[in-house]
């Protein structure tokens, strides 16, 4: 199995920053990618932004220039910094990685259970 911690998400205000970490243990034989999803209530759940383990990234037009994720290869984990937050931003944000469990097993993908930012009034 596969378990996740991730961490960072919040109350946050307009304009404001917050950085999101997620660190994946147990049966992992090797990562591929990890990145992160977001769903807001009655919506469906939409790519963030993904790094690959060699460091390419990927990113949704809405964060581009404002969202950075990078990954810690040794500690198999990634981050993701938010800046110039917006109020749309609100979503439980999800860790996902890429990755096959052992040496024999295909490359599927792992879910974190989600951490929420939420813009307060």
């Known amino acids: 199995q596969v378990q996740f911690v991730e961490s960072g998400g919040g109350l946050v205000q307009p304009g404001e920053s917050l950085r999101l970490s997620c660190a994946a243990s147990g049966s992992i034989f090797s990562i591929n990618a990890m990145g992160w999803y977001r769903q807001d209530q009655g919506n469906q759940r939409e790519l963030v932004a993904t790094?690959?383990?060699?460091?390419?990234?990927n990113y949704a037009d809405s964060v581009k220039g404002r969202f950075t994720i990078s990954m810690n290869n040794a500690r198999n984990t990634v981050y993701l910094q938010m800046n110039s937050l917006k109020p749309e931003d609100t979503a439980a944000y999800y860790c996902v990685a890429t990755l096959k469990s052992t040496y024999y097993s295909r490359i599927e993908p792992y879910w974190g259970q989600g951490t929420q930012v939420t813009f307060s009034s």
């Open positions: 790094i690959t383990s060699g460091g390419s990234t």
